[in-house]
């Protein structure tokens, strides 16, 4: 079925620590990944998207690894500093590309 | 542009009460979609359209319809409000790739308490 699992669910850090968010998901067809970071009270915003043909993705201090043959991808956030602390969410493509399915989230702290 | 835009922001209604939530977009996205936001179950899609004229179940249908009779706007129906469609509802919606890769940009959210 169509399914994303993400873990884990909290995660506390220190400023400047790294941080390291997991997500696996079931549909060996899903070729598009996206991270999104959502604040208190905010809508969620994309970050950084990772696509089926690319197995690593940078921006500044955050990147992505996809690894198809495990279907599992992940989320790296280094030098973190406290405007990092948010909950962050997964997702992989599903039927036909038309839909997102979402993981159940992590909240991160960064703690100064 | 304004983006993805929801109407209202907040909404209290007691238990057997309809309402409309709408959702409104101006950046020409054929796909647009209906998400309900709970405590530690992240984001679950209620119902979506893929175009003017047509709607599909999503994962949590039940007790919601929806319509989509302009391109630029998706109306989230409750007929008769339930405590346990106590949520924040967000809107979203996406352009058409070719390859599939469905962005998805997000209102602001509208958050529903059912007494």
């Known amino acids: 079925g169509e399914n994303v699992e993400q873990h884990p669910s909290t995660l506390s850090v220190q400023e400047g620590d790294s941080a390291v968010i997991k997500c696996t998901y079931s549909d060996s067809a899903s070729n598009y990944f996206p991270w999104y970071k959502q604040e208190l009270g905010k809508r969620p915003q994309l970050i950084i998207d990772?696509?089926?043909?690319?197995g690593e993705k940078k921006d500044q201090r955050i990147a992505v690894t996809l690894n198809k043959t495990a279907k599992h991808f992940s989320l790296h956030i280094t030098e973190t500093q406290p405007e990092d602390s948010a909950v962050y969410f997964c997702a992989a493509t599903y039927t036909g590309f038309q839909k997102l399915v979402f993981g159940t989230g992590t909240r991160l702290l960064v703690s100064p | 542009n304004a983006g993805v835009t929801q109407t209202p922001k907040f909404r209290v209604l007691k238990t057997g009460q309809s309402m409309t939530l709408l959702c409104a977009q101006d950046?020409?996205?054929?796909?647009m979609y209906w998400y309900r936001q709970d405590p530690g179950m992240g984001l679950r899609l209620i119902h979506y359209s893929v175009g003017e004229g047509t709607t599909a179940k999503g994962e949590v249908p039940d007790g919601y319809n929806v319509s989509r009779l302009k391109k630029q706007n998706f109306l989230l129906g409750l007929e008769s409000a339930a405590p346990s469609q106590t949520s924040v509802y967000f809107c979203?919606?996406?352009?058409?790739?070719?390859?599939?890769?469905?962005?998805?940009?997000f209102g602001p959210g509208t958050r529903l308490t059912v007494l």
């Open positions: 979203a919606s996406s352009p058409i790739h070719l390859a599939g890769y469905n962005e998805q940009f």
């Open positions: 950046m020409n996205h054929e796909y």
């Open positions: 990772i696509r089926s043909n690319v």
